[in-house]
C-alpha cells in the first residue's frame, strides 16, 4: 500500500479533502458554544464600530455647524461608551478564540500522533521522520493560530465591510456605488491569485518538512559524519534543502503580501473618489458636510477590514495547506486489520507459512512460495547470505507486515486474526537493533509487559533471578536504577542488546525470535544467554537468526535463507557447506 505522504495517488488525495472537510466540521460543532458567543461578541463590536462615524455625522451637521456645544458634549460621551464596550467584546472575542485555538491544537496533535501510533512499519519506511515530526509540530500550529488570532478577526472584518457597504449605498446610493466600485476589481483580483498563492504557501510547507527531515538525518548519523569527515556532504545538502526552502518561502511571501499594496492603492482611490463626487454633491446642495465626513470614515471601514481580509486570506491559505498536510495522515488506515477468522485449520505447528509470497512494494517480490513449519517447543536456526531474507520472514511471523500472497498460521489460525495484544503476548522479537527509551533499565525492561506494570523495584529484582537473569543484570552498575539516556549513547550495543533480551524474555512468549540478537555480545556473556534460553520453559519455540553458527550449535532444525527462499538445511555441517557456496543446493 502506498503511505508515502508527498506522493499520495489521485483517490487518496481526493479522500483526503473530504475527510479534512468532516473531521472540521466535527470540530466545529464540539466548539459550537465558543463560537457563537464569539460570534455574537464580534457582531456587537463591529455593530457598534459602524454606528460611530453615522453618529459623528449626525453631531457635525445637528450641533456643530449650530453651535450647539451641550448636544456635541452628550454625543461625544456616547461615543465614548460605545467605544469602551466595543474594547470588552473584542477582548471577550479573543480569549474565546484563543481557547479554540489551543484546544483545536491540542486535539489534532494527539490525533496524529495516535494514528501515527496505529500505523504499519510500511508507512515509517516511506516517510522521513522530520517530515512527519514538522507535520505534528509546525502544521497544527499554523491552524492554531488561524483559529486563535484569524478567523474571528476574519469574520470580524466580513462584518464591518458589509455593514460599511450598506451604509455607504442606503445614505446615497450613487456616491456609494462610486466608493464601492473599486471593490469589483479587488475581489476578481483576489478570486484569481488565490489558487497560486495556495501552491506557493503549500509548497513552502512541503520545504519546511524536507529542512527538518534533513536535520533530522543528520543529527541521528552524526557519528558517521564525524568518523567520514562528510561535514561537507550533509553540510551540502542541508544547504540544498535550506536554499528550497528560502526559496519557496520568499515565493509564499511574495504571494501573501501581494494584496496588500493592491489593496491599498484601491482604498486611496475609493477615498479620493467619494471626496472628489462628495464636494461635487455638496457644491450642488444634495449632500450635506457631516455625511461627508461620514462617507469618509466608513470608505476606511470598508477598505481597512478589506486590507486585513487580504493578510487574513493569507493566513487562510496557510491554515487550509497545514490542513491539507495534517489530514493526510488522518486519513490513513493501517493495512494490518484484525480479519475475522474462527476457522482452525488444522496444523500441529505453532507457526506455519503456507505457500508465502512478500515484498515491501510492488518492484520487487523478496520471498518466493515459502512453506514451513515451526513446533512448540522447539529451537529453528535462520541462516543465509546477508540480504537473503531472514529479517524479512521473521517480521512476518511477527506480522509487521502481511503476506503478499499466502497464508501465515499461528497456532492454526491466520495469524491477520489475532488482535496486536494477542500477537505481541505470544511472540518476542528481538530486533538486529534494540531501541531503548530514555528512563532507567526497569523501565525499558518492562515496557509493553502487562504482567508486570506496576511491580516495586524489589518484586522486580526477584521476578528476574526466578528468570535467571540476575547475571544479566549485575552487568549493569546500578542494576535495575541504571539511567539510559535520549538515544541511549550512555551503554553499549551488546548492553542495549541484553536490556532487549531481559525484555523479550520476561513477557514470557510462545515464540521468540531472535535477530542477530546476540552479534554485540562477547563469548562468555552469549554463553550465559544460551544457558538462559534452554531454561526456558520447554513450550517456547526460538527462532534464532544468526551469522555465527557456534549460536545455532543447539537447533533442533536449520533453514537456510538465500534468495527469498527458505530450505531446509539438514546439519550444522551442511548448513555450513550451504553457507560457504553462498546459495541453495538443490
Ligand atoms: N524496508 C524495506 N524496504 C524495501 N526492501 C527491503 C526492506 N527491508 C529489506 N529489504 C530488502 O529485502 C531483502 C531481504 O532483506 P532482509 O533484511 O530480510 O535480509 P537478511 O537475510 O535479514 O539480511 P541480513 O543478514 O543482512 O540481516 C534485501 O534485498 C533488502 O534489500
Request: hydrophobic content about 45%.
Amino acid at each position: 500500500m502506498n503511505y508515502n505522504l508527498n506522493q499520495l495517488n489521485e483517490e487518496q488525495e481526493k479522500q483526503s479533502t473530504y475527510q479534512a472537510l468532516k473531521r472540521l466540521l466535527k470540530f466545529i460543532s464540539a466548539e459550537r458554544k465558543n463560537l457563537i458567543l464569539a460570534l455574537i461578541a464580534i457582531l456587537v463590536n463591529s455593530g457598534l464600530l459602524l454606528l460611530g462615524p453615522l453618529l459623528v455625522g449626525h453631531t457635525i451637521d445637528t450641533y456643530i455647524r449650530t453651535k450647539q456645544f451641550h448636544g456635541v458634549l452628550v454625543f461625544g460621551g456616547i461615543l465614548l461608551v460605545m467605544y469602551l464596550i466595543a474594547m470588552v467584546t473584542g477582548y471577550i472575542q479573543t480569549k474565546l478564540m484563543g481557547g479554540v485555538g489551543q484546544r483545536m491544537l491540542y486535539t489534532l496533535r494527539n490525533a496524529i500522533f495516535n494514528k501515527l501510533q496505529e500505523l504499519p512499519v510500511s508507512f515509517f519506511n516511506q516517510n522521513k521522520a522530520g517530515d512527519l515530526i514538522s507535520r505534528v509540530n509546525s502544521d497544527t500550529d499554523k491552524l492554531n493560530q488561524f483559529f486563535s488570532q484569524s478567523l474571528m478577526q476574519f469574520i470580524g472584518s466580513i462584518v464591518t465591510m458589509i455593514g460599511a457597504g450598506i451604509f455607504l449605498l442606503s445614505i446615497n446610493i450613487e456616491l456609494g456605488a462610486a466608493a464601492l466600485s473599486p471593490a469589483i476589481a479587488i475581489v476578481i483580483f483576489t478570486i484569481a491569485l488565490s489558487p497560486w498563492i495556495k501552491r506557493k504557501n503549500a509548497k513552502n510547507l512541503k520545504s519546511v518538512g524536507g529542512l527538518s527531515a534533513e536535520v533530522q538525518e543528520s543529527l541521528n548519523n552524526f557519528k558517521v559524519i564525524i568518523a567520514f569527515n562528510r561535514r561537507d556532504y550533509f553540510r551540502k545538502r542541508f544547504d540544498e534543502a535550506n536554499q528550497e526552502n528560502y526559496r519557496t518561502a520568499i515565493g509564499a511571501g511574495l504571494a501573501n503580501n501581494i494584496f496588500v499594496p493592491v489593496y491599498g492603492l484601491l482604498s486611496s482611490i475609493a477615498q479620493l473618489i467619494v471626496l472628489l463626487f462628495g464636494i461635487h454633491l455638496i457644491s450642488i446642495g444634495q449632500f450635506s458636510l457631516g455625511f461627508l465626513v461620514s462617507y469618509l470614515s466608513y470608505c476606511t471601514n470598508f477598505y481597512n477590514p478589506l486590507r486585513q481580509l487580504a493578510a487574513l486570506w493569507t493566513s487562510f491559505q496557510v491554515a487550509m495547506a497545514s490542513w491539507d498536510r495534517i489530514s493526510k495522515i488522518l486519513l490513513l488506515e493501517t493495512n494490518l486489520q484484525v480479519i475475522k477468522n474462527d476457522e482452525t485449520i488444522t496444523s500441529d505447528a505453532l507457526i506455519e507459512f503456507k505457500d508465502v509470497h512478500f515484498s515491501y512494494d510492488d518492484s520487487k517480490e523478496i520471498l518466493h512460495h515459502i512453506n514451513l513449519k515451526f513446533e512448540k517447543g522447539k529451537t529453528y536456526a535462520l541462516i543465509g547470505p546477508t540480504g537473503g531474507g531472514k529479517t524479512t520472514t521473521a517480521s512476518l511471523i511477527s506480522r509487521l507486515y502481511d503476506a503478499t500472497k499466502g497464508t501465515v498460521l499461528l497456532n492454526g489460525k491466520d495469524i491477520r486474526s489475532f488482535s496486536a495484544e494477542e500477537r505481541t503476548q505470544k511472540i518476542g522479537f528481538i530486533l538486529q537493533e534494540p531501541f531503548l527509551f530514555t528512563g532507567t533499565v526497569k523501565d525499558n525492561i518492562l515496557y509493553g509487559n502487562s504482567q508486570y506494570k506496576d511491580v516495586s523495584d524489589d518484586e522486580l529484582t526477584k521476578i528476574i533471578e526466578q528468570a535467571n537473569l540476575n547475571a544479566l543484570l549485575a552487568i549493569f552498575d546500578e542494576g535495575i536504577s541504571t539511567k539510559i539516556t535520549s538515544g541511549s549513547d550512555s551503554i553499549s550495543l551488546g548492553q542495549k542488546q541484553l536490556i532487549a533480551f531481559m525484555r523479550a524474555v520476561l513477557r514470557n512468549p510462545e515464540l521468540l525470535i531472535l535477530d542477530e540478537a546476540t552479534a554485540n555480545i562477547d563469548t562468555i556473556t552469549e554463553q550465559l544467554l544460551s544457558s538462559i534460553l534452554n531454561k526456558l520453559s520447554k513450550e517456547t519455540t526460538l527462532v534464532i537468526i544468526a551469522h555465527r553458527l557456534n549460536t545455532i550449535e543447539n537447533a533442533d532444525e536449520i533453514y537456510f535463507v538465500n534468495e527469498g527462499e527458505v530450505q531446509q538445511a539438514g546439519t550444522l555441517k551442511d548448513a555450513l557447506n550451504m553457507l560457504s557456496k553462498g546459495k541453495r543446493v538443490s
